[in-house]
């Protein structure tokens, strides 16, 4: 993902926290009783130099004026994850129905509504809720009290309680992003790539569509896999920004050519617009606005048809394409509840196998991890985007959330001198895998499908590593149906560069598919 530019005063702040000495376990604590929020620059200091002294910043270890400080400079929705008293163990599935679970439900939403009627007597209980949930045992809802906050914190029927419309840099409004910050957060580059060479950038393959230059065998052996497999019969969700509209590729034309018997659904999971909680405008639907989307769902499975364009790793895998956010940068509350939403909706479908997120962010979200663990619970295999940005934020910065979870398949890219991250990958001991996607003689990314026609376009990063990597196991897995993820995962180690010696910076390195299926040699 791209990581929007920070300022330079945060910069500073990144590069002084480095000097720090203070207790890493907790961020600064305010006064006993304080009437002031923090600013958003305050916020942001301290979750960047938490950032860069642990490479992690959790909101359950900062203090309940943070918390609230947090929500006052955003939308006031906090996600709140509760259980019954005494309960420490994973979550149910039918937390949703479960009379236990209902009852502390009941009991967090009158907690609330209580201490929140202190300053507004008239508030109802639906007045409390930002956006329903039917599965997680969670609640989003609208807080504006500091001692809500400090009760929920003193509950012991209270998971966690947390701000999830707020990240560093993040709009300083509530509506819609603007299209330059769309721009710098990953949107507004899937335009058809001029000045392709054949040979070089893509090679043409028989029926005239156009394999990417990293398809090759000395990469990934992707184009010699093709003769054993080519993913038939595996369904892959792209949770990302949705698909175009525009791209017949991802609509009328994905079956075509040597492209045949498959599905795409097009879905989308990201509630409407709201302030303070309150809906507006029209629902969303699932048209990629950005770009990025459509490039993922390319890389991963386009079709191998006759018109020319650029054909995917599983060009014979099902898809679904999940608008779940605007951009990459998961920086919203709504964008939260999108994605959480779109791990439930692929973990209930029963004929999904791989889910690929080339999305994220800089802090936690509870929400989302529980929304993971449940899609890792019914046995998918999920894929995350271990970060991508700008070269000085990549250096350092580790493996963005949430591919930094253990639920999750941490996938980078690196350059086709196979030692080198690319320029603006992010790498660390939680990456799995890395995928060539960075040439060093032209600077030249992978091709993909662009927002409309045939003409190929390039895209980079961690984020076309993730869905390419998502498309070479699906490859895999189509060879050897009847096996588990976990077999799953076994093949694709035993079949990477460093089987032997996990890297530290690049996990198991980069996977042979070619002999992943039993065509060519290790």
Known sequence: MRIPTLSAAL????????????DDRQLPQPADNPTEALSA?????????????????????????????????????????????????????DAATDPAWQAARRQVLELI???????????????LIAYQENVLPVLDVTVRELSTIQQLRASGLVRYAEPIGYEPNRPTTTASKTAAGLTSSGCGNNSATAGLVAGS?????????????????????????WSQSTGQGMKIVIIDSGCSDAQENLGA??????????????????????IFGIPYGDAETPNDGCGHGTSMAGAAAAPRGTDGASVGVAYNASLITV????????????????????????ANRADVRIISMSMGRLTSASQM???????????????????????WTAGWAGVIYPASLPEAVAVTGIKDDLTTRCDECHVGSDV??????????????PLSLAMSGDAPSTVGGSSVATASMAGMAAVVWARYPAESRAQIMSRLVANSSNRTARNGNFGWGRVNVGAAVGVLPL
């Open 11 to 22: 910069c500073a702040v990144l590069l002084a926290g480095c000097q720090q000495e203070q």
């Open 41 to 93: 620059h305050q916020l942001d200091e301290q979750i960047l130099s938490t950032l860069n002294r642990q490479g992690r910043f959790d909101w359950n270890q900062a203090s309940p004026h943070f918390v609230w400080s947090a929500l006052t400079r955003s939308d006031y929705v906090l996600s709140v994850g509760y259980r019954p008293a005494g309960y420490a163990g994973a979550l149910p599935d």
């Open 113 to 127: 509504l209580a201490e929140e009627r202190k300053s507004r007597p008239e508030l109802t209980l639906n007045d």
């Open 201 to 225: 950038d893509y090679t043409v393959l028989n029926n005239g569509s156009k394999s990417s230059w990293n398809h090759a065998d000395q990469y990934h052996g992707i184009r010699s896999s």
């Open 253 to 274: 034309a994905f079956n075509q050519g040597l492209s045949s018997g498959r599905t795409i659904e097009r879905l989308v999971t990201l509630p409407r617009n709201s």
């Open 323 to 346: 608008r779940a956010a605007e951009d990459v940068f998961i920086d919203g509350s709504r964008e939260v509840k999108g994605v959480s939403d779109a791990y439930i909706l692929a």
């Open 369 to 391: 991890t529980d929304a993971i663990r449940y899609a890792y619970g019914k046995g998918k295999l999920i894929f995350c985007a271990a970060g991508t940005s700008l070269d």
């Open 432 to 445: 799995e895998f890395t995928v060539v996607m960075q040439r060093t003689s032209n600077d030249r990314r």
